[in-house]
């Protein structure tokens, strides 16, 4: 199927809310969506992290400003 869409003349607002009615669409059958093998090992070796006590963990706030000063 190609879809089209007119990219170049949409706002950011209308791209994002055609993101979330495709996520919104996406969440009705989660089962449907399997989720790739390297993200299984990663949630496997952060649960043993947090099993052993070397887990680190950050707070909301300062993770996005980490996030937000990596992608200026």
């Known amino acids: 199927m190609d879809i089209s869409l007119p990219l170049d003349k949409m706002t950011n607002l209308d791209k ?16 449907a969506i399997s989720s790739p093998e390297w993200h299984r090992k990663i949630l496997q070796a952060r649960e043993q992290d947090i099993k052993k006590g070397t887990a680190k963990f950050t707070d909301f706030d300062c993770a996005r400003e980490r996030i937000r000063n990596k992608t200026k």
């Open 16 to 31: 994002i809310a055609v993101m979330e009615k495709i996520w919104d669409d996406l969440c009705r059958n989660p089962e």
